[in-house]
Each structure stands twice: as C-alpha cells, then as structure tokens.
C-alpha cells in the first residue's frame, strides 16, 4: 500500500500550498528570488485554504527559501499578523 499523498491546492514561481494528509496546511517555499505580487498571491491562497478548513494548523517548510527582506517582513507584520487572519 502506498503512504497518502497531499492533495495540491496552489503553486507558483514563490512555492506551493498543499492540503496535507495529516490535516494540515502545509506551505513549500521554492529557492531564489521572490516577486511581491508572486509572493503575495501565495499567502493569500495559503490565508484561503486556513480559512477554508477552519482549524488554523499550518506547517511551513522554509529551507530552500532565502531569508525575508526588511520590506518582506513589514509587509508580513502588517498583512498575516494573527490580529489581520
């Protein structure tokens, strides 16, 4: 028997976003660059399905991703704040 695979909700240039077997959100970034509007467009699919399933268990996997920017980071502090979910 095969182990249960994630189900892909939405991929970009910036990473993927995936219902995972085991519940959760789980949320890929890709290596290199990120464009803003790329970037933005997959946290905000990522804010949807949290939403959408309504338990709030994300799991992130940040290890091919460069460090965020001082402007990444505002723009997280001002955007996906738990006050702003």
């Known amino acids: 028997m095969f182990p249960p695979t994630n189900r892909l909700y939405f991929e970009n240039a ?5 219902e995972d077997h085991g ?14 509007g790329t970037w933005h467009g997959l ?9 959408r399933q309504g338990h709030g268990r994300l ?17 997280l502090l001002e955007h996906c704040s738990p006050r702003r979910l």
């Open 59 to 75: 799991l992130v996997d940040q290890r091919s991703m460069r460090a965020f920017s001082l402007e990444e980071q505002r723009w």
């Open 43 to 51: 946290l905000q699919h990522t804010k949807h399905l949290l939403t």
């Open 14 to 18: 910036a990473g993927r976003v995936e």
């Open 23 to 36: 519940g959760f959100v789980r949320l890929t970034y890709t290596a290199g660059q990120r464009a803003p």
